[in-house]
C-alpha cells in the first residue's frame, strides 16, 4: 500500500480538485521525498478515516499543485484497533 499524504477534502477548487497547498500536505510530501510533477498518482487521506488516490496536476489559475480525485471512489479506512 502506497503512502498516504495529508489532504482536506473539504479544500477543493471549483473543478472539484484537492488542493495540495495545507502545510499537512507539504509536511508529508517533504517528509517521504516526493516532489510534485504533472501525472503522479498519489495515495491521499485526511488521516482519520477517508482516502482516495489522485493524479497531480498543476493549477495555472491559482498557480498551486492539485490532485485531480474521482470523488466516488473515496475509500474508508478500517484499522485493527
Known sequence: MKD???????????????????????EDLKKKSIRLRHGLSLLFGDGCELSVTGIVEFSSEEKIWVARIEWGEIIRITTDD
Open 4 to 26: 498516504l499524504i495529508f489532504v482536506d477534502f473539504n479544500n477543493a477548487d471549483s473543478q472539484g480538485r484537492l488542493r495540495l497547498n495545507l502545510k499537512g500536505t507539504k
